[in-house]
């Protein structure tokens, strides 16, 4: 999947014993997206967000959206071990940032970002005295 891509699931998600699943955000939003606060997210198996590459817009960077406030749901699956945040792969300021979200209408798992960091291997600094 490119960045951004998603997986819209309107019913339940279940990742089974023995399974893992590995979202990496790069550039933009994208992952798993729940679109019914009905629906329900069973980990016995487990799930991780690897933000892995820096936004490229401001605004909320999230690997995983549920309609809904599900953020005690979300919060038991990160205790248990069940789902794993990590934004170590983000530009330093935004590394630690990472956590959940939720804004009325949906819980996020991903971090708000205002501002966006410059590409590295893209960047030129002039000074001018």
Do not use: C
């Not at 999947?1 to 990496?24: D, F, I, K, L, Q």
């Not at 817009?57 to 749901?73: E, I, Q, S, V």
């Amino acid at each position: 999947m490119g960045a951004g891509g998603r997986v819209t699931v309107s019913g339940n998600v279940a990742v089974n014993a023995g399974n893992a699943v590995t979202n990496y955000v790069s550039g933009y939003s994208g992952g798993l997206d729940l679109t019914t606060s009905t629906a329900t997210l069973t980990l016995d198996g487990t799930m991780a967000v690897n933000f892995a590459g820096d936004p490229l817009t401001t605004g909320l960077y999230w690997g995983l959206r549920w309609a809904g406030n599900h953020t005690n749901a979300l919060q038991q699956l990160i205790n248990a071990g069940s789902l794993t945040v990590d934004d170590s792969g983000l530009a330093p300021f935004l590394q630690g940032k990472a956590g959940l979200h939720y804004d009325t209408t949906n819980s996020y798992v991903g971090l708000v970002v205002t501002r966006v960091p410059l590409p590295s291997e893209r960047s030129t600094v002039i000074l001018v005295r």
